[in-house]
């Protein structure tokens, strides 16, 4: 079981603002910093199988949610301008345990009829923490042999 992070650093727009700290708190709860790019496909999918918990700024790599196991938690960073439920849909479809934490973005020269869906964003770390711990509590709970009390019958 892995834990993995996907930040997009590479991508030319939704880019993570406060990736550094973002970046430091996974670390520190055993997170991996995971880039795709020029790795081969069936590396990418064994990735998405193996993972336990996926942090991920919302993007194509998403798509590879249909490899993860059912029950994998998932944390989509998703800018608030960019409210797509096309990979929380596939998270559904595939039983996996979901949320999104919505990202503030700065503000940004587009013409005031239409949203920057392309705006980097930034995320509340503490946000994320809570929900990382409460993902690796709900694992390690989950993990634990649990204890069946019998009481004889009278």
Known sequence: SRR????RIDAPKRRLM???AVEKLLHDFG???VMLDGMP???QAAIFREAEIIVAVHGATLSHLIFAQPGTRVIE???MNHLQPCFWTIGQ????????ILGSE???IVSSWRLDVDADLTIPVQTLKTEVEAAIAARDHSAKPQKIALEPAQ
Do not use: C
């Open 18 to 20: 406060n990736h550094d």
């Open 4 to 7: 993995i992070f996907l930040a």
């Open 77 to 79: 960073l998703l800018p």
């Open 41 to 43: 496909f069936a590396e």
């Open 106 to 108: 700065k503000p940004s």
């Open 93 to 100: 479809i595939e039983k996996l345990d979901y949320s999104i």
């Open 31 to 33: 997170f991996e910093h």
